[in-house]
């Protein structure tokens, strides 16, 4: 009886035994959650941390405080927000969005030529009636006619302003004026016939401040309006047959140093220019009623 007494003894405690083990092997105990909450939050850095912990019967599992639990919780979260701003995304934390600041455009800045300007400026000013009408006289007697040397005698004045370009060289200005007062001398017919009758020049002296930028002038003056057809050439005559050659190539050649350029002509009245002829005849030492 009294190893029965001592059997039923031990027979609560063993099937107390058998209960927990059990617990352990399925995983029922209740203090093993927090462990396993806290387990999940930490990053996974390596395989091993997937593969499953089997416990060993008659093994005891050593189980963790509650408090170092949830001390290693808000840790491990910490360490999450961390990955997750530099660069890693981790479980349950998302970084946050960083809006992109728009880039700003420069304003595009203004054109700079990339040459010299022709003669006369950056626009063709819109022709006058006069233009107009000579335009349309040659057009309507023909070339031949409109530069012959015979067409309108009398004599024409064609005065010249410049303007230089701001950083002509003082070299470069001399050679353009040498030019065009060469002209005097090279600019003929065909036939060898001078074109120009006379040409002068000088540098702009006004003090009335209206010579709006101009610093050289010239007076060229001809015979004849043929004879002033015949010189100017383009663009009112643009048949190299009926234009000076001479003056074209200086145009060409003194177009990169000059941004603008002012003509005016005009016909001297018949008795006038007969006062004129007389007085470029009359010998020294004689008077004019001499002549």
């Known amino acids: ?31 093993i959650a927090p462990l396993a909450q806290a ?20 093994v005891s599992v050593p189980v ?12 491990a979260q910490s360490a999450g927000a961390t990955a997750g701003m530099s660069g890693g995304v981790s479980a349950g934390v998302s970084a946050p969005a960083v809006a992109a600041r728009p880039v700003p455009v420069p304003a595009p800045g203004p054109a700079v ?21 000579v335009r349309l006289q040659a057009a309507q007697i023909g070339l031949r006619a409109f530069t012959a040397p015979d067409f309108h005698p009398g004599k024409v004045r064609h005065i010249v302003l ?13 050679e353009v004026v040498r030019r065009f007062m060469a002209l005097g001398q090279v600019s003929r017919r065909d036939n060898g016939q001078q074109v120009i009758a006379d040409i002068e020049t000088g540098v702009q002296m006004s003090g009335e401040g209206v010579d ?3 610093g050289q002038g010239f007076v060229v003056t001809f015979n004849s309006e043929g004879d002033r057809n015949y010189y100017v050439g383009k663009p009112v005559v643009s048949d190299p047959a009926y234009f000076d050659p001479a003056h074209e190539a200086f145009k060409k050649f003194a177009a990169p140093y ?17 006062r004129t002829r007389r007085a470029a005849v009359i010998r020294p030492g004689m008077t004019q009623q001499q002549g």
């Open 113 to 133: 030529p990339t040459g010299p300007l022709p003669v006369g400026g950056p626009a063709a000013p819109e022709l006058g009636e006069e233009a107009r009408a």
């Open 258 to 274: 000059i941004i603008g350029v002012l003509v005016f002509d005009y016909a001297l009245p018949a008795h006038q220019a007969q």
């Open 1 to 31: 009886m009294a190893e029965r007494g001592s059997v039923a003894g031990m027979a609560p405690r063993l099937v107390l035994g058998v209960v927990l083990s059990g617990a352990i092997l399925s995983g029922g105990v209740p203090v």
């Open 162 to 174: 410049m303007r230089f370009l701001p950083t002509i060289t003082d070299a470069q200005r001399a």
């Open 212 to 214: 709006q930028g101009f």
């Open 39 to 58: 387990h999940a939050d930490v990053p996974e850095t390596s395989a091993a941390a997937h593969a499953p912990v089997t416990p060993v019967p008659g």
């Open 64 to 75: 963790a405080a509650p408090e170092a639990v949830a001390a290693t919780a808000p840790a």
